[in-house]
């Protein structure tokens, strides 16, 4: 049974390993440093956690979960349907995300090596695949060029305003996705 103590504990670790991950970059971030920052020993971080990966696997199952909420709303539709729901819950996820964005950008190129995330990856190709609207390699390509474009946009929250990365990757993704 989880205390409301140790719950605090965990919640405080995760709210700083984000920060941490966002400032300095998830490789350059040690368990101490996440055990520093949150006000405890690196034994109580491991103690709620088996490795920094598990830890970055709690900062990201919140956006995780929304993207395995959005994929599976996704498969009931029809795929014109689908697609524009896809491009509508994306473009809010990666606002409301833009900081686990930022983290995630430097794990893209191993990513696929953490079996920690392989649902998470799993996800957001099949995400590509409803925002394409079909499973032609062109369309899937040019799907995975504006996610990866406009993700690369929303990791600088200070640039532009939610509302202007809200309509930016609303336009965005209509003109490449859409162009009917």
Known sequence: MTTPARERT????VRQA???????????VSLQDIASAAGCSKATVLYHF??????LAAVLEPAGA??????????QLAPDEAQEYTIGRFTEMAVHYRGVIDVLQELIPVIEE????AQLVADGIRMQRFMAGSDEPLELDLAG?????LLGACRRPGERTDDEMRRLC???????????
């Open 10 to 13: 965990r919640h405080e670790i």
């Open 18 to 28: 984000m920060r941490l991950f966002q400032d300095r970059g998830y490789g350059a």
């Open 50 to 55: 088996n490795g920094k990966p598990a830890v």
């Open 66 to 75: 929304d993207l395995a909420e959005l994929v599976a709303a996704a498969e």
């Open 114 to 117: 953490m079996p920690e995330f």
């Open 145 to 149: 060029f504006a996610i990866n474009g």
């Open 170 to 180: 609303d336009i965005a993704l209509r003109r490449l996705l859409r162009p009917n």
